[in-house]
């Protein structure tokens, strides 16, 4: 089974660099797109529906041309769910989850706080209300797999200019603690899992010469449920092509 989490930074734009050809090629069962920029009526054209693919968008319905969510299934799935119910969240198009038997695929678009005080007090309170939600689903007995773009590093091994940045968002120390307490509580980095000592990056700002000299962020995840570490066979951020100011993270699994 092999699943893509890849932040669009508008699926227009990623389309028109190629990226479905690029993703037909790569066989995937679900691909998870965070920040498709687009209201589902705009995306009416036959590469918006990658071949073999069900399709679900879930909008940002509170600022058209704003973040959203989608996943692609090979399999159509059980169930597909677009909402968590705090319509704050909800409404910016930030969640969606396909049900395939008891395995759920959810791609998952945490907000940024670099854009100034009143979003970085949105973000904490976002990993506020999701902490309860995540630890409900990792005792579930559900397999869950989230992908997306988390805003958030992990640690030194996650960002090129660690000192410089740890007062900057996506590197706060609030913010790390949060997300590697989700990994303390039994959800396992499927990259770090497989890469242990891995010093890889997924996004890179648009200044300067960032992707060029790469000084990246690793802010794009797959987090698993417990029971799949051991399905865990390989992964790769794919950089060759730039579709988006991040790259795709490509994670294979054992049927």
């Known amino acids: 089974m092999r699943v893509i989490s890849f932040n669009a930074n508008g699926i227009r734009s990623a389309a028109s660099k190629g990226v479905f050809d690029w993703l037909r090629a790569q066989q ?19 590469q918006f529906r990658p071949d073999g693919h069900h399709c679900f968008y879930r909008d940002a319905s509170s600022k058209k041309g704003y973040s959203g969510v989608a996943i692609y299934a090979r399999r159509e799935p059980d169930e597909v769910r677009t909402a968590l119910g705090w319509e704050a969240f909800d409404n910016e198009g930030r969640y969606i989850e396909a049900r395939f038997g008891r395995l759920s695929v959810v791609s998952l678009y945490v907000p940024s706080g670099s854009s100034g005080e009143e ?14 939600i995540l630890d409900g689903w990792l005792t579930s007995g559900r397999d869950y797999v989230l992908c997306g773009d988390w805003n958030i590093v992990r640690s030194e091994k996650d960002i090129r200019n660690w000192k410089s940045n740890q007062k900057n968002s996506g590197c706060l120390p609030e913010e790390r603690a949060w997300l590697n307490g989700l990994i303390a509580r039994g959800w396992v980095d499927t990259y770090r899992s497989l890469r242990p000592t891995g010093e890889e990056y997924t996004w890179w700002s648009n200044r ?16 698993v449920t417990p029971a799949l570490r051991e399905r865990l066979k390989d992964c790769a951020i794919y950089r060759e092509q730039r579709f988006s100011d991040h790259a795709p993270y490509i994670v294979d699994y054992a049927d």
Not at 208 to 223: H, P, S
């Open 208 to 223: 300067g010469r960032a992707r060029e000299n790469d000084v990246g962020w690793r802010i794009d995840y797959q987090l």
């Open 28 to 46: 995937a069962d679900v691909v998870c797109v965070q920040e498709t920029k687009a209201q589902e009526d705009q995306l009416a054209d036959p």
């Open 119 to 132: 979003r970085q007090r949105f973000k904490f309170a976002v990993m506020d209300w999701l902490a309860p």
